[in-house]
C-alpha cells in the first residue's frame, strides 16, 4: 500500500508516519533522509542535489523528483511505502503522479491531520529548551520545577526562534497555501482519509491503522 501523510507543523505527522511504518512494515520515506541518503550515497541525483546545495540553491523539483523515484524503486518499496513531507505542493504532485505511473504504481491512499491552528501554537510557542544540555520542558504540559531553569543541570530555558509565535503562525500560512490545495486533489481523486491530529498520539495512530485496515 503506497500512503501519503499530509498535516501542518505541529500535527505530529512525522511521529504517526513512523508509528504506522512500524506497524505496517513499510519504510517511512521523508523529504530531508531521502536526500541526504542520497548525497552521501552518491546516487546520480544525489550528486545534482550536491551541486545545487553547495551552490546555495534550493534543490529544483525535477531533481526532488529523481530522488524520490530512485528511492521508490528500491526493493524495501515494493511492497509498499509512506511518503512523510513530500509532495509539499500541487506541481511536486503531478510530477510524483507520473513518475508513479511509468513505474505502474499509484498513491493508494492520503491521510490528512487536521488540528486546530490556536492549539498547534499553544503547543509550540509553549516549549522551551536547555540552552546546556538541549533538554525541552512545555511551560504548561511539561514545566520545570523552577521557572526557566533546566531540571536536569540548572542551565537557562529560553524559546528556539523556531518556536516563537509569529514563526509558527507563519509556518501554518505557508503550509496553508502550498500543501493544502493537495488535500482538494487528492479528495477529488477520492484518496483522502482526514484524522482529527489533536487526540493523543496512540489514539491518533489508532485511527489511522483503521481508516487504511478500511481500504
Ligand atoms: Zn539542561
Avoid: W
Wanted: proline content about 4%; some cysteine; aromatic content about 4%.
Amino acid at each position: 500500500m503506497n500512503i501519503i501523510f499530509l498535516g501542518p507543523p505541529g500535527s505530529g505527522k512525522g511521529t504517526q508516519a513512523k508509528i504506522v511504518s512500524e506497524r505496517l512494515g513499510f519504510p517511512q520515506i521523508s523529504t530531508g533522509d531521502m536526500l541526504r541518503a542520497a548525497v552521501r550515497e552518491q546516487t546520480p541525483m544525489g550528486l545534482k542535489a550536491k551541486s545545487m546545495m553547495d551552490a546555495g540553491q534550493l534543490v529544483s523539483d525535477a531533481v526532488v523528483i529523481g530522488i524520490v523515484r530512485e528511492r521508490l524503486s528500491r526493493s524495501d518499496c515494493q511492497k509498499g511505502f509512506i511518503l512523510d513531507g513530500f509532495p509539499r505542493t500541487l506541481p511536486q504532485a503531478h510530477a510524483l503522479r507520473s513518475a508513479l505511473s511509468e513505474m505502474n504504481r499509484q498513491i493508494d491512499a492520503v491521510i490528512s491531520l487536521e488540528v486546530d491552528e490556536e492549539s498547534v501554537v499553544r503547543r509550540i510557542a509553549g516549549r522551551r529548551t536547555c540552552r546546556d544540555c538541549g533538554k525541552m520542558y512545555h511551560v504548561e504540559y511539561d514545566p520545570p520545577a523552577v521557572v526557566d531553569l533546566c531540571d536536569v543541570c540548572g542551565g537557562d530555558l529560553f524559546l528556539r526562534d523556531d518556536d516563537k509565535e509569529e514563526t509558527v503562525r507563519r509556518r501554518l500560512q505557508v503550509y496553508s497555501e502550498q500543501t493544502a490545495p493537495l488535500v482538494d486533489y487528492y479528495t477529488k481523486a477520492g484518496l483522502v482519509c482526514t484524522v482529527d491530529g489533536m487526540q493523543d498520539i496512540s489514539e491518533v495512530s489508532d485511527q489511522i491503522l483503521k481508516v487504511l485496515g478500511g481500504n
